[in-house]
């Protein structure tokens, strides 16, 4: 049903879906294995079909739960192997093939795969908040409710980290903070406060991002391993800004993005050059 309706929802661990068009895909290839003769892409053919059935709940999994196969946790992440099974052999069917498979055709496919693939992430985040979901939108005002009143998976909530917090307690101090300015990368706060206190602000930090954090004017230092930012306000207003700096690691990733188009456009350049070439020899022969 998940296929049908084109949903990618997370109501259940069932409604991973590749979309309507790639499982169709799946099945003539697996089918068209079955029929044709051996060859190099029968085995990613046959991989694929075999990685989507294997997604059934028909196969008794109960019998290796508590194996180490069981850290798959969710057998839609057995798309990807399918995904990339289905890939690789519709490459290689299409060079093979490439004959009796016309571009428009090829073109075709992925037009329509894009346009399904892109109404089902749509839709997912449109619907991202709301009823039935387990998302809601955290703001300065509803935040001590929700970590209070909230109920979450265990693994979800932050490492060592205890509920009755004696800032949760402040009720004089639960919504002195406003947001002034927000944007990705930094936010700033104004936050009243009657008297010097220290204060919890609901911002959660990750590992791997490197915050900047000034209250007033002066920096705030944080332990490695905070898991929230505790600034120190003084009587009357207050200013606090929170920035985020990515590690270097992103410029390398974008290095490495931008050297493998590189590469691809080069490939294909040597490609068609190879086959003017051998056009060029053709008609002197």
């Given at each position: 049903m998940s296929t049908i309706n084109n949903e990618i929802g997370e109501h259940d661990a069932q409604?991973?879906?590749?979309?309507?068009?790639?499982?169709?895909?799946?099945i003539l290839l697996g089918t068209y294995c079955l029929v044709t003769k051996s060859?190099?892409?029968?085995?990613?053919?046959?991989?694929?079909?075999?990685?989507?059935?294997?997604?059934?709940?028909?196969?008794?999994?109960?019998?290796?739960?508590?194996?180490?196969?069981?850290?798959?946790?969710?057998?839609?992440?057995?798309?990807?192997?399918?995904?990339?099974?289905?890939?690789i052999g519709v490459s290689y069917l299409i060079t093979f093939r490439k004959k009796n498979i016309k571009v428009s055709l090829i073109f075709g496919l992925n037009v329509v795969i894009i346009i399904f693939s892109l109404s089902a992430l749509y839709n997912y985040h449109y619907n991202y908040f709301g009823p039935g979901t387990t998302h809601s939108k955290i703001n300065s005002e509803n935040y001590y409710g929700m970590i209070n009143n909230t109920?979450?998976?265990?693994?979800?909530?932050?490492?060592?980290?205890?509920?009755?917090?004696?800032?949760t307690k402040q009720n004089d101090n639960?919504?002195?903070?406003?947001?002034?300015?927000?944007?990705?990368?930094?936010?700033?706060?104004?936050?009243?406060?009657?008297?010097?206190?220290?204060?919890?602000?609901?911002?959660?930090?990750?590992?791997?991002?490197?915050?900047?954090?000034?209250?007033?004017?002066?920096k705030v230092y944080m332990s490695g391993?905070?898991?929230f930012i505790k600034v120190r306000l003084h009587r009357g207003q207050n200013k606090i800004i929170i920035k985020v700096r990515h590690n270097n690691?992103?410029?390398?990733?974008?290095?490495?993005?931008?050297?493998?188009?590189?590469?691809?456009?080069?490939?294909?350049?040597?490609?068609?050059?190879?086959?003017?070439?051998?056009?060029l020899i053709h008609r002197l022969t």
């Amino acid at each position: 049903m998940s296929t049908i309706n084109n949903e990618i929802g997370e109501h259940d661990a069932q409604n991973w879906s590749m979309g309507l068009p790639v499982t169709l895909l799946v099945i003539l290839l697996g089918t068209y294995c079955l029929v044709t003769k051996s060859n190099y892409w029968k085995m990613y053919g046959s991989f694929s079909i075999l990685f989507y059935f294997s997604l059934f709940t028909w196969i008794p999994y109960d019998l290796i739960k508590d194996s180490l196969l069981a850290n798959v946790q969710f057998l839609g992440r057995l798309l990807i192997f399918v995904l990339i099974s289905l890939s690789i052999g519709v490459s290689y069917l299409i060079t093979f093939r490439k004959k009796n498979i016309k571009v428009s055709l090829i073109f075709g496919l992925n037009v329509v795969i894009i346009i399904f693939s892109l109404s089902a992430l749509y839709n997912y985040h449109y619907n991202y908040f709301g009823p039935g979901t387990t998302h809601s939108k955290i703001n300065s005002e509803n935040y001590y409710g929700m970590i209070n009143n909230t109920g979450t998976f265990a693994d979800y909530l932050p490492k060592n980290i205890k509920k009755n917090n004696s800032n949760t307690k402040q009720n004089d101090n639960k919504k002195i903070l406003k947001i002034v300015n927000s944007s990705p990368k930094e936010i700033t706060y104004s936050a009243y406060s009657a008297k010097n206190v220290d204060y919890q602000i609901p911002f959660i930090t990750y590992r791997g991002l490197n915050y900047v954090i000034s209250s007033n004017g002066q920096k705030v230092y944080m332990s490695g391993n905070a898991k929230f930012i505790k600034v120190r306000l003084h009587r009357g207003q207050n200013k606090i800004i929170i920035k985020v700096r990515h590690n270097n690691s992103v410029y390398l990733l974008v290095v490495s993005m931008i050297s493998f188009i590189i590469l691809v456009i080069y490939m294909v350049f040597i490609k068609f050059k190879l086959m003017h070439e051998q056009s060029l020899i053709h008609r002197l022969t």
